[in-house]
């Protein structure tokens, strides 16, 4: 079993619509969890973190952790065709500077 | 403020050969950690250094990786020889939180 597992997609979304993205992970001691926008053929780029229980919300994005379930997801309001990109899940142990570990990453389509 | 930043963007070699990665990380950020990206899977952890200090290695895939940080501020990551199976995305990230940056990667592809 992976370490974070995340739905490979595409998925596909209408312009103006809650796209919703899932990941979940194997083990109890992860503690940070983040999310992170990857455009073909560029850097990751962070877009949210989330460390407790519950939704933390950034402008039209929403992350929401449930530690119990072992479960991440990023919700995005309003989706635009420019959201269209991998989103790539990552977790850390701790709450501090340590390695991440990445899922492979969900292909999200925003059609016009 | 300048983000990471990796040179070169893309290096074509020959198995056997040497190839030197550079990073340099967003200024005053101690952390610096490495990552590679092979086809097709996911994004995988190297090493971790906290200024020149190295932190935390246990993802370095054999000896012929050498990683370096002289005087905590740029990294160097020396394949020596390279393989076919080191081709492949190298990204490097810093930070002074638990939130890390990427840079913009090196595509290594070795022939």
């Known amino acids: 079993q992976k370490e974070v597992e995340q739905n490979s997609g595409p998925l596909s979304v209408p312009e103006g619509a809650i796209a919703s993205l899932n990941c979940t992970y194997s083990?109890?001691?992860?503690?940070?969890f983040f999310w992170y926008r990857q455009y073909s053929g560029k850097s990751p780029e962070l877009i949210m973190s989330i460390y407790s229980n519950g939704d933390k919300e950034d402008g039209r994005f929403t992350a929401q952790l449930n530690k119990a379930s072992q479960y991440v997801s990023l919700l995005i309001r309003d989706s635009q065709p420019s959201d269209s990109a991998t989103y790539l899940c990552a977790r850390g142990e701790g709450t501090g500077r340590r390695a991440l570990t990445f899922g492979s990453g969900t292909r999200l389509q925003v059609q016009p | 403020e300048a983000g990471v930043t990796q040179f070169p963007s893309h290096s074509v070699i020959e198995k056997g050969q040497t190839v030197t990665l550079r990073c340099d990380p967003i200024?005053?950020?101690?952390?610096l950690y490495w990552y590679r990206r092979v086809m097709g899977k996911e994004i995988k952890f190297l090493l971790h250094f906290v200024k020149e200090s190295k932190q935390d290695e246990s993802g370095m895939p054999n000896n012929r990786f050498l990683a370096e940080r002289t005087g905590g501020t740029y990294s160097t990551l020396k394949v020596q020889p390279a393989e076919l199976e080191d081709s492949g995305v190298y990204f490097c990230?810093?930070?002074?939180?638990?939130?890390?940056?990427f840079g913009p990667g090196t595509r290594l592809t070795v022939l």
């Open positions: 990230a810093s930070s002074n939180a638990a939130e890390q940056f």
């Open positions: 200024s005053g950020h101690d952390n």
């Open positions: 083990d109890r001691v992860s503690q940070s």
